[in-house]
């Protein structure tokens, strides 16, 4: 299917692309890759459909005090993180040793494709560009924060960059029609909108035992910082244990807000309330798996929402707030129970209803694994396959 885009040219659920010859790729990750995250599960879960089509896929990370080896992952530089703007922005740089070490990994592997996430994310993503001689696809998967400096950087800083950095691509993917509105800002070039994906086939996961209470679980899963909705997580429950006595809340993450938000759950004395902390993916599968309920209050700056996807995929119906991101994948039947922004009350009715309706909730979940089909990897590797060539 081929959509317009403005001046641009998009394309989602492109024609089956056979007989492609083998390619070398390397995908390119700003951010720490030890900690969990979208792009993270983007990059891992496209290397792996890649791999499965017969191309040689190999990723390039920050070095953190933390990073491993891992297999076909390699890390290069120093990588900071750094509070901004409701979440952690990552930069990284290779100086002196790390940069000529940099430099003779990519002239000895000759990649054919080098595919940037977030390239704009200082620095490592623009060294790499610096010293390719592969043909260079970057997909953006941000939009600009809430508050001043992320609002100053969305306006001034990004299009300076963009100015460059565009001219030295070959294609450019953006994962939603509300990021690609404000990237096509920055550029007339051409946007293939392609969204994020998920392995359908690797959602298997087993309900944990010492769960099975009687109790019905609703599951967070997210970093615990101000834009992701922690908080207004709580105290969607707080209100909701009012009148089901017979419910609980797993929050499953970390971040700079998990003393905050075990001080609320402490002061309101809601002992059913479980933090969980990091998890891995199949621990994640295992929480999918045990939640009868998914809550997804992001307030901003969600460019698409993966775990939305994710709770699709596993039959979970869920319940959140319509950020834009979000809206980009809800059907008009999921949207119904996604709240404004910052609207606890409405999100409070939203969950009564799930909880108390078992028909409603059979539905969603039919509904939602139905949806989470047509963004399996299989497919969406294909379109991007196809901006590669």
């Not at 400096?149 to 001219?167: D, E, K, N």
């Not at 902390?277 to 621990?283: C, I, M």
């Not at 993966?306 to 834009?324: H, K, R």
Request: glycine share 8%; charged share 20%; with cysteine.
């Amino acid at each position: 299917m081929v959509e317009s885009y403005g001046k641009k040219t998009t394309f989602f659920g492109a024609d089956k692309i056979s007989d492609w010859l083998s390619m070398k790729i390397a995908q390119v990750c700003p951010y720490d890759f030890t900690r969990h995250g979208g792009v993270k599960t983007h990059i891992l879960q496209l290397a792996s459909a890649l791999r499965k089509q017969g191309h040689e896929v190999k990723i390039i990370a920050p070095k953190t005090t933390a990073a491993d080896s891992e297999e076909d992952v390699y890390f290069f530089g120093k990588n900071m993180s750094l509070g901004f703007g409701g979440t952690k922005i990552d930069m990284n740089v290779c100086l002196g040793n790390e940069r000529r070490r940099l430099i003779t990994f990519l002239e000895s592997e000759q990649f054919d494709v080098i595919h940037y996430h977030t390239i704009w994310n200082p620095v490592l993503p623009f060294q790499v560009l610096r010293f390719s001689k592969a043909r260079n696809v970057a997909t953006f998967h941000d939009t600009p924060g809430k508050g001043f400096i992320p609002q100053f950087l969305g306006r001034w800083v990004m299009p300076l960059v963009a100015r460059v950095v565009f001219r030295k691509l070959h294609g450019i993917i953006s994962v939603s029609p509300s990021q690609a509105a404000y990237i096509s800002r920055f550029s007339n070039r051409a946007i293939t909108i392609i969204p994020n994906g998920i392995d359908v086939e690797a959602v298997t996961g087993n309900s944990l035992s010492d769960l099975k209470d009687g109790k019905r679980t609703i599951l967070f899963l997210g970093r615990l910082e101000p834009r992701k909705g922690i908080m207004e997580a709580l105290a969607v429950f707080k209100k909701l244990s009012e009148k089901h006595s017979d419910i609980r809340l797993i929050v499953a993450g970390t971040g700079d807000m998990l003393a905050q938000a075990q001080a609320f759950v402490a002061d309101h004395e809601m002992a059913h309330v479980l933090f969980v902390g990091s998890v891995s993916d199949q621990e994640k599968w295992n929480l999918f798996a045990t939640a009868d309920l998914y809550i997804a209050p992001a307030l901003y700056g969600e460019s698409f929402g993966i775990v939305l996807l994710e709770a699709m995929a596993a039959g979970v119906p869920m319940a959140g707030y319509g950020n834009e991101g979000y809206l980009n994948i809800l059907s008009k039947e999921q949207v119904a129970y996604f709240a404004k922004p910052g609207d606890t009350a409405a999100l409070v009715q939203h969950f009564d209803a799930l909880l108390t309706s078992p028909a409603l909730r059979d539905r969603l979940i039919l509904h939602g694994k139905e949806r989470a089909l047509s963004y399996d990897w299989q497919h969406l590797s294909r379109d991007i396959l196809k901006v590669y060539g």
